[in-house]
């Protein structure tokens, strides 16, 4: 699987965003997906995910509420809508793929695939 993350950019506190996760390659359908992050001098850190039927989601705490993971299968895309957004979500944020289907998985090196990363940066 390959995977391309976009639609980061430079937002004030309060705004929104929309970062969208691509997919080529093995069939994107029977992959679970989840979207990471690494802010300065910080280790990288779950923030959601979505099983491959899109029946399961999860997310971690400081964002529940505000963000919420989507996949449309017919267009091999996961989206990330980010709502509220505050200055310590700046990050780069990452998507990643695994093969487990059956639940999301919040650790990195349960994922084997990973896309590029794409900055998010909220000003206060």
């Known amino acids: 699987v390959q995977l391309q993350a976009s639609g980061g950019g430079l937002v004030q506190a309060g705004g929104s965003l929309r970062l969208s996760c691509a997919a080529s390659?093995?069939?994107?359908?029977?992959?679970?997906i989840g979207w990471f992050r690494q802010a300065p001098g910080k280790e990288r850190e779950f923030v959601a995910g979505?099983?491959?039927?899109?029946?399961?989601?999860s997310y971690t705490n400081s964002v529940k509420g505000r963000f919420t993971v989507s996949r449309d299968n017919d267009k091999n895309t996961v989206t990330l809508q980010m709502n509220s957004l505050k200055p310590e979500d700046t990050a780069v944020y990452y998507c990643?793929?695994?093969?487990?289907?059956?639940?999301?998985?919040?650790?990195?090196?349960?994922?084997?695939?990973w896309g590029q990363g794409t900055l998010v940066t909220v000003s206060s």
């Open positions: 979505i099983t491959w039927s899109g029946s399961s989601t």
């Open positions: 990643a793929a695994t093969g487990i289907q059956s639940r999301v998985l919040l650790n990195m090196w349960e994922y084997a695939y």
């Open positions: 390659g093995r069939a994107f359908g029977r992959v679970g």
